[in-house]
């Protein structure tokens, strides 16, 4: 067996979903397959690369340096061929056309884009939907964005795209602080089956499908429902006792709001930088990559709910944000 460049992938999309299951669903391949697979690179590599664990698998330190180098490999792989005219965003003062969803990440992330790229111009386009942001990159008319899919359902998209994961994370519940529930550590998604619920409406890539598949594992189906995405309202109602609703890890809770993880993380979302090939040099693709998964740590950092689902979950150490390119 001789290394190739879908081994590498294979190694990426694992250390990104954190799961060989999950990452056997965005390669399309069977989890024994996928296993199968990891055991002939490893044997092939010397040395272990993961290390398996109740609640996934974590990359082992030879681990960090083989991916580490594997996104290198493919990001150089990707360049080969390519024209790098005078269209590409950022060369020669060009303008980056980035669009966003809704992501804690992008004000941070131009700040330090302007202080890391100081010759990289940036404009801005916020739109809700990560499908809607697929089809304006389709288009043309955007250069990257900022969006997100959820595992088991993988963004899909043509080969003119490349995509590359920021984080993986865990959805949790915001709750009025004199909810019933507000006492738990872990909120079971089926206690909350007879709450009303806020939920984001369809973003074109997998939501609200997922939360609704979830909810049906949990054995119900939310029998009333708002659909709403415009955050400080939202929050403003959660903390009036109207209802509850499934949030970003990263949110910050105001007054009267209280954020708490579901037990046993039914939900999941993968945050993602999306951009052209022929339009974003693999340069600019790793600034904006780096930088973003840079800010995305801080704010889970500043996260205390988030950090103490970490220590439970992964024995008193938060975990690694973890990101790969996409496959």
């Known amino acids: 067996m001789e290394l190739e460049l879908r081994h590498l992938r294979v190694l990426c999309a694992i250390a990104d979903s954190g799961s ?7 390669l399309g391949f069977t989890q024994p397959a996928l296993s199968t697979q990891l055991r002939r690179i490893e044997r092939l590599l010397g040395e272990g690369l993961f290390v398996r664990g ?3 698998v974590e990359l082992t330190a030879y681990g960090v340096e083989v ?12 360049a080969l061929g390519r024209r790098h005219g005078n269209g590409s965003p950022g060369a020669g003062g060009r ?18 884009l302007r202080e890391g790229c100081p010759d990289l111009t940036v404009s801005v386009c916020s739109v809700y939907a990560t499908g809607e942001l697929l089809r304006l990159l389709e288009a043309g008319e955007l250069d990257a964005a900022l969006g997100m899919d959820y595992p088991g359902l993988p963004l899909r998209h043509s080969a003119a795209l490349a995509h590359r994961a920021i984080n993986t994370v865990p959805v949790f519940v915001a709750m009025h602080s004199g909810h019933p529930l507000a006492h738990r550590v872990e909120v079971p998604l089926e206690e909350l089956s ?8 369809d973003d074109g890539v997998g939501w609200p499908a997922a939360f609704l ?19 400080e309202q939202l929050q403003a109602m959660i903390a009036m006792g109207l209802g509850v609703a499934v949030v970003q890890p990263t949110i910050r809770p105001i007054d009267g709001v209280l954020v708490k993880p579901l037990a046993g993380d039914p939900l999941w979302q993968r945050h993602l930088l999306v951009w052209r090939r022929e339009a974003v040099e693999p340069a600019v693709a790793e600034a904006l990559h780096h930088h973003a998964v840079r800010v995305y740590r801080h704010l889970l950092a500043q996260a205390p709910h988030l950090q103490s689902w970490a220590a439970r979950a992964y024995g008193g150490r938060p975990p690694s944000p973890r990101h790969a390119v996409g496959p």
């Not at 060989?20 to 965005?26: F, L």
């Not at 598949?213 to 955050?231: K, Q």
């Open 67 to 78: 991916v580490s180098r594997a996104r290198d490999i493919l990001s150089r792989a990707e």
């Open 194 to 201: 007879e709450d009303t619920w806020f939920v984001s409406s």
């Open 213 to 231: 598949d979830a909810c049906d594992a949990a054995g119900f189906v939310p029998e009333s429902t708002h659909e709403f995405h415009i955050l």
């Open 95 to 112: 303008t980056l056309r980035l669009g966003v969803t809704n992501t804690p990440v992008l004000p941070d992330l131009l700040g330090n």
């Open 20 to 26: 060989v299951g999950r990452a056997a669903a965005v």
């Open 54 to 56: 109740n609640t996934g």
